[in-house]
Nanobody, 123 residues
Framework: QVQLVESGGRLVQAGGSLRLSCAAS????????MGWFRQAPGKEREFVAA????????YYADSVKGRFTISRDNAKNTVYLQMNSLKPEDTAVYYC????????????????WGQGTQVTVSS
């Protein structure tokens, strides 16, 4: 049983930066692979980034590669998404997710989800 709470989403101008945080409950946090997904109005939820339980492997969607960085601090039970050079098309609700096994790009593989945090990038 894992509960996830995202924070850090807000309005930002194009070209700006944000860092999202996802705080997880329980001492088993380090056993989970973690991922970030996002969903814009009228579109399906899409993969953004993922990180293995050890932090040794990371994966990114082509649309964010080079701009976003996923990281984790297991001592703080927290995963981060650093977002730089933000674009209006990055506007979406961002969700944190935990996978009991391995990091994937498929939302169906994740076992736990947060409530989401809104990121709005203005032109």
């Amino acid at each position: 049983q894992v509960q996830l709470v995202e924070s850090g989403g807000r309005l930002v101008q194009a070209g700006g930066s944000l860092r999202l945080s996802c705080a997880a409950s329980g001492r088993t946090f380090s056993s989970y692979a973690m991922g970030w997904f996002r969903q814009a109005p009228g579109k399906e939820r899409e993969f953004v980034a993922a990180i293995s339980w050890s932090g040794g492997r990371t994966y990114y969607a082509d649309s964010v590669k080079g701009r976003f960085t996923i990281s984790r601090d297991n001592a703080k039970n927290t995963v981060y998404l650093q977002m730089n050079s933000l674009k209006p098309e990055d506007t979406a609700v961002y969700y944190c997710a935990a996978d009991r096994y391995i990091a994937t790009m498929t939302s169906l593989s994740y076992d736990y989800w947060g409530q989401g945090t809104q990121v709005t990038v203005s032109s």
